[in-house]
């Protein structure tokens, strides 16, 4: 895993799937951290992205580089393992999505991958009380899942305050992580709240100069 502070990780949701290795490499060459990768089924989320043999491409066109995989897709277990086989170095879920949380999350980690736990705007954080200590990284959604380009849902700020008391205490190197309508405004209001790893798609991927774009996205961070 990346050991900087603050990880910038552009979702490819936002790029142009035409050209997708070039989009990769580019925003890589620009400065970005990670690569963020959304994986939608139309049942758990109302839309359809790319599978495993998309991530596996990537890897195959020589992207080296932290693959940071969401998946919105019920159930869960199967396609993590196709996700790990194809190169995911951490594979993210949310916990409606699989009946035995414990179960996946090490699943997940039995095959030297990291495992991320993710919470929707309307999702209790109780779970984190049992599951906490196995966790790489906790992504808080800061729009409810399934499309780029929505607006900032403000109340994830206390909740992003919330996990970030819970990771201190429990002592362990876990990153915060929150996506969804970070701009050059809100990167600033989610790192003060205490999130330290961003993913950013319609904000970066809708610019033309992708270097100046994260040069700035990190300026904000506070
Ligand atoms: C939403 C996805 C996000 C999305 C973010 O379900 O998980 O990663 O691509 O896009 P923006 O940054 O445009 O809100
Ligand atoms: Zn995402």
Redesign the pocket.
């Known amino acids: 895993m990346n050991d900087s502070k603050y990880i910038i990780a552009p ?1 490819i ?2 790029s142009n799937f035409a050209t997708l290795g070039e989009e990769v490499v580019n925003v890589l060459n620009a400065g970005a951290d990670w690569i ?1 990768f ?1 994986v ?1 089924d139309n049942h758990y ?1 109302p ?1 359809l992205t790319i599978g495993p043999m998309v991530c596996r491409s990537l890897r195959d066109y020589g992207v080296k580089e932290f693959i940071d995989v ?1 998946l ?1 897709i019920d159930p869960v277990d199967e396609l993590a393992q196709s996700f790990i086989k194809a190169g995911a170095d951490l594979v993210s879920f949310h916990p409606e999505a699989s009946k035995h949380v414990h179960r996946s999350i090490h699943a997940i980690k039995d095959q030297g991958c990291k495992a991320g736990l993710v919470f929707n705007p309307a999702s209790s954080l109780n779970i984190l009380e049992n599951v906490i200590e196995d966790l790489d990284l906790i992504l808080i ?10 607006s ?1 849902i403000h109340s994830s700020l206390e909740k992003i305050s919330q996990v970030r008391k819970m990771i201190d205490a429990a002592g362990k190197d876990i990153r915060l992580e929150v ?5 050059n405004e809100t990167i600033g209001l989610a790192s003060k709240a205490g999130a330290d790893t961003f ?6 991927f809708n610019t033309d100069n992708y270097e100046q774009t994260i040069k700035t996205l990190r300026s904000k961070i506070i």
């Open positions: 979702s949701l936002a963020h959304d939608m989320v839309n969401h919105m959604m800061s729009v409810n899942p399934g499309f780029g380009g929505q900032f996506d969804g309508g970070i701009n993913v950013a798609g319609s904000a970066i």
